[in-house]
């Protein structure tokens, strides 16, 4: 019995089985379904967990997902006003310069001394003052204005402007621009919030 099927030989009852010593494992079958079973069984309490969780689980990846988005967001901002260099480093230089700008009628330059996020709202309002022929009006009365003051604190100064007749024509409003978490300032120019 030298070839390859030598290795194999009828043992005294008649059954094959391997001359080099190895022998069949028992039970083979038996443990390969326990070990699937078990794990069939944690892959079942796996999914229902998630499927009961899953509102849940929502709700937590929504909310890290914002939370990222809105640091992102909030760096962003916080280097714009960082590299914002329009304004004095008080309320009343800035309001100065803000006049200034409107004596020449530099809408664009007027409004870089207000938050970046009214900019555009208040591009708005000077284009429409400008379109309707009452931009001497209005700058009579910001220039020839009683100021009387509101607020004098340390991140916001408020006023109003009242006319020769003693009405109301602006109420103002500037502040030193913040991160919405952070009581301090990010800047220290001062900007027009409201005008």
């Given at each position: 019995?030298?070839?390859i099927?030598?290795?194999?030989?009828?043992?005294?009852?008649g059954?094959?089985?391997?001359?080099?010593?190895?022998?069949?494992?028992?039970?083979?079958?038996?443990?390969?379904?326990?070990?699937?079973?078990?794990?069939?069984?944690?892959?079942?309490?796996?999914?229902?967990?998630?499927?009961?969780?899953?509102?849940?689980?929502?709700?937590?990846?929504?909310?890290?997902?914002?939370?990222?988005?809105?640091?992102?967001?909030?760096?962003?901002?916080?280097?714009q006003?960082?590299?914002?260099?329009?304004?004095?480093?008080?309320?009343?230089?800035?309001y100065?310069m803000?006049?200034?700008?409107?004596?020449?009628?530099?809408?664009?330059?007027?409004?870089?001394?207000?938050?970046?996020?009214?900019?555009?709202?208040?591009?708005?309002?000077?284009?429409?003052?400008?379109?309707?022929?009452?931009?001497?009006?209005?700058?009579?009365?910001?220039?020839?204005?009683?100021?009387?003051?509101?607020?004098?604190?340390?991140?916001?100064?408020s006023?109003?402007?009242?006319?020769?007749?003693?009405?109301?024509?602006?109420?103002?409003?500037?502040?030193?621009?913040?991160?919405?978490?952070?009581?301090?300032?990010?800047?220290?120019?001062?900007?027009?919030?409201?005008?």
């Amino acid at each position: 019995m030298s070839n390859i099927f030598s290795r194999f030989h009828k043992n005294s009852s008649g059954s094959s089985s391997v001359s080099n010593g190895l022998k069949p494992k028992k039970g083979g079958w038996r443990q390969f379904l326990k070990w699937f079973g078990i794990i069939l069984i944690i892959f079942v309490v796996a999914l229902a967990v998630l499927i009961w969780a899953e509102p849940h689980t929502r709700f937590f990846v929504k909310a890290l997902i914002g939370s990222k988005i809105m640091k992102t967001q909030t760096q962003r901002y916080e280097n714009q006003v960082k590299a914002d260099k329009y304004g004095g480093t008080t309320p009343e230089q800035t309001y100065q310069m803000f006049v200034e700008a409107l004596k020449q009628q530099d809408i664009d330059l007027a409004c870089n001394y207000f938050v970046i996020d009214k900019r555009d709202e208040c591009k708005d309002l000077f284009n429409y003052v400008k379109k309707n022929n009452k931009w001497d009006i209005m700058l009579d009365d910001v220039l020839n204005s009683e100021k009387v003051v509101l607020l004098d604190g340390q991140d916001t100064y408020s006023f109003e402007l009242f006319n020769k007749n003693h009405e109301q024509v602006a109420h103002v409003i500037l502040i030193e621009p913040k991160a919405a978490d952070s009581p301090t300032p990010i800047s220290d120019i001062w900007k027009i919030y409201e005008f």
